[in-house]
């Protein structure tokens, strides 16, 4: 065993250059050990503080309204303790109209869309807002919008506003459960960002 | 990349408020409406089917008796003859029976002077059945006038008005089976159903 | 001579972050907007011409009976709407002598019957018959939601009892048609 590790060591020493024989016979010798370490670059979004939001009964039931969309306040959803930790990110929302499950045509001056803006604020300079443009039958409701970089790192709470409540030409609204959908994407900002 | 959806249409059901009962159903109320006047119509008169005794027949609206006095007696030959009217009243109304000479009366203008023992106005008794209800008139020539009889009928009526005349044997203003004067005699019978 | 185990030389020690599978550049979180819409009927409106069917004197007054040429100008409903299926269902009542209560003499009546229609709705239009002893034709289904007008008409006119009898005279004789649309199932 002995001789074996002599022979290794003296190996090893004669396989690295420069180092070992430069100091030959004294009685310091200096190894080095490099260390290396690599933080990827990470975005997370903080579980959104309600995972449904419930608008309730959304046409009015009486008065010169009636049958169409009633006023509808603003609805929030925070999604806490969003964090990027790095340089140029930017906040995606994804917004597609409520529409409802009921399958049959729609009839001349009704709607089985509700359309919506969303607003996710409180990462960049500017909020990213997207707007729902369904038609009346409920066809092309989803849209997209991509805000401005955040330059730096950032911890915050993402806030999401949703306003603006419309049905498409303030048609009648047919009978039903409507559901629709917000998504958020917060990630590296592509080309420098919107 | 890491998506999370969390779409839970079964929480939307649950929470989803049921409409309230008024909004299930509508009704629209459209009243009909309309009215029917009072009416009493009543048609030309026609003789009535059966036996008509020295009566020559309607003409028009006048019945000509086709003998008036026996022969060699000049008394007043009987007489009798049925007449219909079609009639209607809408209303609970009155019928009412006016005898314009109150009896047969010589329709020369100047009156008569009475010689005595003489026949100079012929009584004749008019009958008249109309919805259930029977009335007559005796024009009894005593003197010449308006005479009248009314009866009040507390209901609608439809369907046809019966008039009877009749002229007894002998019949006289003065004294049964008295000769009568010559001349032409008439009345005017009318039958008004008006309101009451 | 000290021996140096230059153990790293050969080999270096890599940090790196753990498992790329549980984190990434980019995160999407999202969250479902739910929302309802009641089943529910309007019944609209009449306009300009009021709601009621004025028939005016109802015989000829000459004879006492029913006028043949008996007639209104249909009613429309203006902005009626169901936001889901539903039924339309059509109504009469007889127009009967308002005054006049007790049975009628005979070769009298005091009801006149009619037959009210209820169109534009429904494909079959919606009839009732105040003579008929049922009317199955009273409510029609849309299986639809619908927005749209409905005319409402009344005709066939006719003396109830027999066309010979004739009507007791009354100022008013009255008579309701009431039209009704229902959230169906």
């Known amino acids: 065993m002995k001789a074996l590790m002599i022979g290794i060591a003296a190996t090893a ?17 200096t190894g080095q050990v490099i260390v290396n370490g690599n933080v990827a670059r990470l975005c997370i979004l903080g579980a959104p503080s309600r995972a449904t939001v419930d608008l309730g009964q959304m046409a009015a039931t009486s008065g010169t309204r009636v049958g169409r969309i009633a006023v509808l306040g603003d609805q929030s959803v925070t999604l806490p303790n969003s964090f990027c930790n790095f340089a140029g990110s930017a906040l995606t929302v994804q917004v597609t109209a409520l529409v409802s499950a009921d399958a049959s045509p729609v009839q001349p001056g009704f709607a089985k869309a509700v359309n919506y803006t969303a607003t996710a604020s409180n990462w960049a300079l500017s909020p990213t807002a997207a707007t729902s443009a369904a038609s009346a039958s409920g066809a092309t409701p ?11 790192p950032k911890i915050a709470d993402v806030n999401v506003t949703l306003s603006g409540f419309t049905a498409p030409s303030d048609a009648l609204l047919t009978a039903g459960i409507y559901s629709g959908l917000v998504v958020v994407t917060l990630g590296p900002a592509v080309g420098g960002g919107s | 990349m890491t998506r999370v959806a969390l779409l839970l249409a079964s929480v939307a059901v ?167 004067i010559a001349g032409y005699y008439g009345d005017t019978l009318r039958i008004v159903l008006e309101p009451q | 001579m000290t021996h140096s185990l230059i153990l790293a030389a050969g080999a270096f020690v890599a940090l790196t972050a753990g498992s790329a599978a549980a984190q990434s550049a980019t995160d999407t979180k999202s969250f479902a907007v739910v929302g309802n819409v009641p089943a529910l009927c309007s019944g609209g409106t009449i306009v300009g011409t ?42 009469a009542t007889p127009m009967a002598a308002q005054n006049f209560t007790a049975a009628p003499p005979a070769g009298f009546s005091r009801t006149v ?33 619908f927005s749209g007008d409905i005319n409402v008409s009344i005709g066939t006119f006719a003396t109830n009892g027999g066309s010979g009898l004739r009507l007791v005279s009354d100022t008013s004789y009255l008579g309701l048609v009431t039209v009704t649309l229902a959230v169906a199932n």
Request: proline residues 7%; glycine residues 8%; hydrophobic residues 40%.
């Open chain 3, 50 to 91: 009021g709601s009621t069917f004025d028939l005016g004197v109802l015989i000829d007054t000459t004879t006492g009976l029913l006028r043949t040429d008996l007639a209104a100008p249909p009613k429309v409903l203006t902005g009626s709407f169901c936001s889901s299926r539903s039924t339309i269902t059509v109504n």
């Open chain 1, 142 to 152: 989803t849209a997209t919008s991509t805000g401005v970089t955040q330059p730096a």
């Open chain 1, 13 to 29: 020493a004669a396989m690295v250059p420069g180092t070992a024989l430069a100091q030959a016979a004294g009685d310091t010798s």
């Open chain 3, 113 to 145: 019957d009619y037959t009210a229609t209820a169109s534009g709705w429904t494909a079959t239009a919606a009839t009732f018959a105040t003579g008929a002893g049922s009317n199955p034709g009273a409510i029609q289904t849309r299986p639809t939601a």
């Open chain 2, 14 to 180: 649950a929470t989803a408020m049921p409409a309230t009962a008024q909004n299930r159903s509508a009704t629209t109320n459209m009243p009909v409406i309309g009215s029917a006047p009072q009416i009493c119509v009543l048609q030309p008169p026609r003789l009535a089917p059966g036996a008509q005794t020295n009566f020559r027949g309607l003409s028009g609206e006048t019945l000509q008796i086709d003998q008036m006095v026996d022969s060699t007696t000049l008394a007043t030959n009987a007489a009798s003859a049925s007449v219909q009217f079609d009639a209607v009243c809408s209303f609970p109304h009155r019928l009412r029976l006016e005898s314009q000479n109150n009896g047969l009366w010589r329709t020369s203008e100047l009156p008569p002077t009475p010689s005595a023992g003489f026949t100079y106005a012929v009584p004749y008794r008019a009958e008249v059945s109309w919805a259930g209800v029977n009335t007559a008139l005796d024009a009894d020539a005593l003197s010449r006038r308006v005479a009248e009889r009314g009866v009040t009928i507390d209901r609608p009526g439809a369907g046809t008005l019966e008039l009877r005349i009749e002229i007894q044997q002998g019949a006289s203003n003065v004294r049964a089976n008295a000769p009568v």
